[in-house]
């Protein structure tokens, strides 16, 4: 009888660490990226999909990652790469930029990229793919 019941609370407690997991990610996410860069809500995202303005959505994760889903309408270039590629983003330095990765950091190093290169409206997804899986939102695969 006793291990039933501490089964049951250590499932509990599972849950309750998955839960203050994904807020500490989101929040760190949002931390991580810079105080100075702007963000865009997921939300907000998803109404500019969805009526079709969507601004340039840049997906700096690996290769890898993106072919296992990625934020509709996103395009791919890691965070390794960035630097050299950014002869392929030059119609859209004056364009609204969206940047995200899994959970904010490599977005933090692409952020750092486009801004030395000029870019003027750079913004970072709240809560990166991470969050918009676990949300639910639509997912894109090649």
């Not at 950091?105 to 991470?130: E, P, W």
């Amino acid at each position: 009888m006793e291990r039933s019941r501490l089964a049951k609370t250590r499932t509990g407690h599972t849950h309750y660490r998955a839960v203050i997991a994904v807020f500490f990610v989101t929040l760190a996410s949002a931390v991580v990226c810079n105080a100075a860069t702007p963000i865009i809500t997921q939300e907000d995202l998803l109404k500019k999909l969805e009526v079709g303005t969507a601004p340039l959505i840049l997906d700096v994760r690996t290769p890898e990652e993106y072919r296992l889903g990625h934020v509709p309408q996103s395009i791919n270039i890691p965070h390794t790469q960035l630097a050299r590629r950014l002869p392929e983003l030059v119609d859209a330095k004056d364009r609204e930029v969206i940047i995200y990765c899994e959970s904010g950091v490599r977005t933090r190093i692409a952020n750092s990229i486009l801004h030395k290169a000029g870019f003027s409206a750079v913004r970072h997804l709240v809560g990166d793919m991470y969050a918009w899986r676990r949300n639910g939102l639509p997912i894109e695969r090649p």
